[in-house]
């Protein structure tokens, strides 16, 4: 029995972030097709006509290398292919580096078992606190993203990227995935600093709050199958923010990253973009988010080893 297209097209997305994190031979998703500029259904990558609303599907992009093992870090470790994957990737690097400092330092406060990361360890590696950003360190926005207070904190978050993370950027694309992450981590840390100035707060948690805002959003454009999934997510949110009302938890950086994801995925159509002008414009806005990114761990390098 054929399953109709819209489910279809959600069976494929699926394999395709599937794929992307298992796939041994590196293939990140199948370039025999294609996302409809349009209607979003997948479709035969040669069509110039797409046979589910009959819109032209736009130029076609280069394929990735597919047949190839992926490349190792000493042979062992696989090189992070996607956007996701990086990002997962620095953010358990830095963990690592939280960790290292705090135990060079003294040890943590609530015992080895958990992984506690030490305040003034967070505050020094770019955690947000408002009179440093008031005094000019506006980098903290960026670099708090990557930074988690202990193994349960890292564990959630690792959790919720890996599960959405490969969904927003199979359906909107490597380029904007980055873009919007970025935006909705900087702009749930800046509600945070709003709201509470003198908290020292980190972690992905309001990024990830903008993930499931951005699912949100694009869901008001897939009808009833939309509705439902978007009946899902609320649930997420609800739970989320239930937890942390019973705990130390930023509310107001989850708050500020939900908003924002909201209207970005709402506004931003998903799929490949439809011109080239168009991936121009995104390719140029996700290298500018890596050298905000890598330009935040440079500044806050320089000042690691000044007074407060």
Known sequence: MELPPKFWFKWQQFKQAWNSWFNSRGDSYDTSHRMCPNCRALIDRSAKVCPMCGAPTGPLRARSRTGMEPERVLGVIPVPRTATAILVA??????????????????????????????????RLGGKFGPLMYAGQWWRLITAMFLHANLLHIGFNLWCLFDLGPEVETLFGTQKFLVMYLVTGILGFIASLWWNPWALSIGASGAILGLIGVLIGTSFHH????????????????????????????????????????????????????????????????????LVIVGSFALMALQLNRPL
Do not use: C
């Open 90 to 123: 620095v953010i358990i690097v830095m963990y690592g580096v939280e960790w290292y400092m705090t135990q060079t330092q003294g040890g943590a406060g609530a015992g080895p078992i958990w992984g506690a990361i030490s305040p003034m360890v967070m505050l």
């Open 223 to 290: 009808g009833s199958l939309g509705k439902d999934y978007r009946s899902m997510l609320w649930r997420w949110v609800i739970y989320i923010f239930i937890f942390g009302l019973f705990f130390s938890v930023d509310n107001a950086a989850h708050l500020g990253g939900l908003i924002s994801g909201l209207a970005l995925g709402y506004l931003i159509p998903s799929g490949e973009p439809a011109t080239r002008a168009e991936q121009q414009i995104w390719d140029g806005l996700s290298l500018v988010s890596v």
